[in-house]
């Protein structure tokens, strides 16, 4: 067990749990969700994404969302951003504390996801990242398909390694590896997040695990052995990539704290107060969701 060791939990169900859903959540649901969020102790939540929203619908009330998000000093509001288009109206908001930017180890997913190749998606995170410092923000970047391509399969440790080390010149607040399709498993999660882990320094590493094939929860694990400081869940295990096909939901928020606390790691997340959000969130999607504990007996009693 990992003794007297804490871990950071991001909440990312508002944005990623959400984005890949068909039918439309009100902007009052999502604002419901962030609330239980906060109440079961999540102080990062990815809020929304200023993308097209013709692209994703599901998120086109990205400024009305954010401009009926709560006063709250100790919680940091993320937005995700993918170009300077989308960083200005994140800014804009003046509610946003974090731009979270996006790179892409593989340049065919660059170009159906962003418009950009793997290398343009690095100088355009980069700017990303001077943006948000300029106007007194921070900015992470998070490392996408690092475990694997939809399109071109296998991606060299190498060259996740030499992003990380560009990625991490632009002093971020965090480097994220991001298993975009949920192919990764703990081996290959270990070595990457070791070998990211020496090439950035004293700079964090977050994790953002899919759960498609079975592998989500044995990655965060692994991941927080090698010193992963951060880890992203979705309350539910609600998610997807609208550009990635096959892509399943995330971790859940209530999975991970549950097999992290229960291994001597905190996270300070409250496990009852996450599964009656979990409950509620099914109520409003009208379906059980995919997440286990939510749907197991309460333990220890």
Known sequence: MLKNHAVEIVEVGPRDGLQNESAIVSTADKLELIRRAIDYGVRRIEVTSFVNPKKVPQLADAED????????????????VLNRRGAERALATGRIDEL??????????GVRNQGQSSDESLAAAIEIVALAKAAGRSGHITIAT???????????LGRVVE?????ADAAPREIALADTIGVGVPAQVAEMVGRVREAVGHLPVRVHFHNTRGTGIANVWAAVREGAATVDASLGGLGGCPFA????????????AYML????VRTGLALPHIVEAA??????MDRPLPAMVSRAPAFPR
């Not at 979270?100 to 997913?109: E, I, L, Q």
């Not at 992003?163 to 990625?167: D, Y």
């Open 146 to 156: 690092a475990f694997g391509c939809p399109f071109e399969g296998e991606v060299a």
């Open 65 to 80: 969302l954010v401009a009926t998000l709560p006063d709250r000093d100790d919680v940091t509001w993320i937005g995700l």
């Open 279 to 284: 409950g509620w969130l099914a109520g409003v």
């Open 245 to 256: 096909p096959g892509a399943a939901g995330n971790v859940a928020t209530e999975d991970v």
């Open 100 to 109: 979270g930017a996006v790179c892409v180890t593989s340049d065919t997913f």
């Open 261 to 264: 606390e229960r291994g001597g």
């Open 163 to 167: 992003m990380a080390k560009r990625a």
